[in-house]
Every structure is written in structure tokens, then in C-alpha cells.
């Protein structure tokens, strides 16, 4: 379906930040879904994942071309949803681990909260590249909104007061961010984005900043993460949620981040009683711009190539460990290593 494009595949992000600053509302306004208004107490309790086509990608690059050059050689993108309460650190430890770039979401009315820390301290700890979006500026004084529309012409259509509110308020995120050790510059005036970490303004409230955020990783994925997400042929597939899933039964919802798996396929992964061995039965992913952990319609592939959010249904998951690798089994040579690298985590 999705097919590397030349030799990249899709760049995995990873979405991270505080309890309630607005990750998975963010999301929603690029899928056009209600998916935060279904969640129990507003609180996200699972890893999700979403892919965005490259088709969806270039309609929102157009709207910063003045400014802002990006050409989209990437297939598509595959954005994971993390949970912000403090309870789930273990989730946002296994996706940001999973990610090729991070989007820290920070709520310009708060400031660094304790999440914000700890996910500081973890991408800082893993070296992983990350860009901030300074969410929810349409809470500044007298805000006039456009919806979906560019952050940076909006923050300069605003009133003198709006605009006072704004500098305030993201002059103390930026002294607190300093205060870290971590030097930001706003993405239009970031001349080094490997130095600097690129600050986007956004709204999911409004959609403001959308189109900045996609052309922001866009930008960074594809010039200065060329090889990290060079098409690798090595099957890379990490379990991230065991789930019964209506009509499929126990099913597994994984990310493949390198190589391709097919229908058929023989597979191998942890679960509570030893090493589990099965026969890929249905391949599934959620249409495109469909959140994977909501329920929904499924497409049924022969192959899915990396990187994707998919589903497997197959014999004998009931046993099966999230947050484990998953390896192909077709042969008994990859059954015996596969067994040994199992027993031995
Ligand atoms: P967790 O996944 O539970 O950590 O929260 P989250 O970061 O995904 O935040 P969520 O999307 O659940 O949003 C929390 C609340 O903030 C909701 O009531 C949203 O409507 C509101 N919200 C999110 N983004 C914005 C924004 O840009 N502006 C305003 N005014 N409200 C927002
Ligand atoms: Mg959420
Ligand atoms: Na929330």
C-alpha cells in the first residue's frame, strides 16, 4: 500500500509532554478525528499511532511555502500518541525509544510541568532529536483565529495586547527552557535546527501552527535524518499493545520501523510462558489518518512495508508481552535465534 518512496521509508515521531497540553488534540485536528472527546476522563491510557500520506503531508507544506521551503520526498509519516499522566512513564520511555524525532508538546500557559522534565531528561538521555510545540496560543488575550491556518502569519495578524501576552508568556517557557540547558530558536529564525531546538507555535483548539508543525518534520526528516531512515531490508517490529479486537480475536498491535512483513509469515515473540511461535493470519492497519488503538474499520494487506502501525491477528496471542520485539520465524534457523535472544531478555 504504502511503499518506500526511492530508498526512505516514513519517519516515526513520537509525541510527548505533560498530562492534558493538548498531544492527542493536536493530533485529532490533523486527522480530522474526535478521538480525545472519546477518551475516559480525557486521559490517554495507550501508545497509539497514526499514518499521515505524503498526499495529506504536501496540502499543508503549500501553506508555509513562502517562508519555509520543504520538498516531501517521504512517503507518509507515522505520528505514536503517548499518555502525559505521571502513571505511564513506562509507555513514554518504549515510544519515545521507538522514534526517529520527538515532538515535545508544552502548554504555553504552564510552562515546564513535571512530564515536560522527565521527557527532557529522557530524549536528553537517549540523544534523541526532538522540536517543541509551544501549544494552546490561542488562549493568549483578544487570540483572533483562523482555523488550520499558519501560526507564523498568525502571531503577526493579532493586537498589540495578544501580542504582549504572547512574548511574555513564551519568554518565560524559553528562560525556563535555558534554565535546563536546552537553546531553542523559533523554526523560521533556526538557521541550525541540529543546535538549536526548533520551536513551533500551534493550536489544537484552532489547528493554528499545523501546517508549521508538519513542515517543521518534514524539514528535519528528511535533510538531516536521510540515513537514519534509509530503507533497511533488516525486520525491525516491536510489540506495542495486546488487544481482543472484534472478529480477529487476541491480536497485537505493533510497529514495524524496518523491512516488511507478509501474510503467512511465521512469526516469533515473548510472551508470559516462554517464546510464542505463529502463523500471521490477518494483517490489518486502520485506514490512513485513523488512529490505530480506536476501534474502527481495518484494511486486510498481503504486505506492509515499514514504517506502520498494524495489527496482527494470529494463533496463541493471548500470552503475548507488549513492549517485546517480534522476529520473522520462517525458517528454523531464524526459529533457534530468535528462541535464544527471547530466553536470554
Ligand atoms: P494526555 O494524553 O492525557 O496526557 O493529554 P493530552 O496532552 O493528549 O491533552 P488533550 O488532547 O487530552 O487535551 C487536554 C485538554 O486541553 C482538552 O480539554 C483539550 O480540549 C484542551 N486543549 C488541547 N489543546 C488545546 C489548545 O491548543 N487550546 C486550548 N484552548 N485548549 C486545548
Ligand atoms: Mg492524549
Ligand atoms: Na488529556
Redesign the pocket.
Known sequence: LYKPVGDLRSPICC?L????????????KIRNTNV?EG?AG????QIGATFFPAKKLKEELIKTQQFYQVDCNIPGLLII?????ESFSNLRTRGSSLCDLAIL?I?LMHGLEN?TLESLELLKMRKTPFIIAL?????CVEWKNKKNASSYYQLQNQTKNCKMDYETKRQQVITQLAEKGFNVAFYWENEDPKTYISVVP?????GEGIPDLLSVIVKYTSVYMKNKIKVKEQFNCTVLEKKVTEGHGTTIDCLLIDGQIKKDDKIILAGFQGPIVTKVRALLTPHPMKEMRVKGEYIHHDVIYASMGLKISAVGLEDAMAGSQMYLANTQEDIDKATEIINNE
Open positions: 509525541i509532554g505533560h498530562v492534558d497540553t493538548g498531544k492527542t488534540t493536536l493530533l485529532d480525545q477518551e480525557g486521559i490517554t491510557q500518541d503517548t499518555p502525559g499522566h508538546v502548554d512530564q501549544n494552546k496560543i490561542d488562549r500551534t493550536s489544537g483548539f484552532t
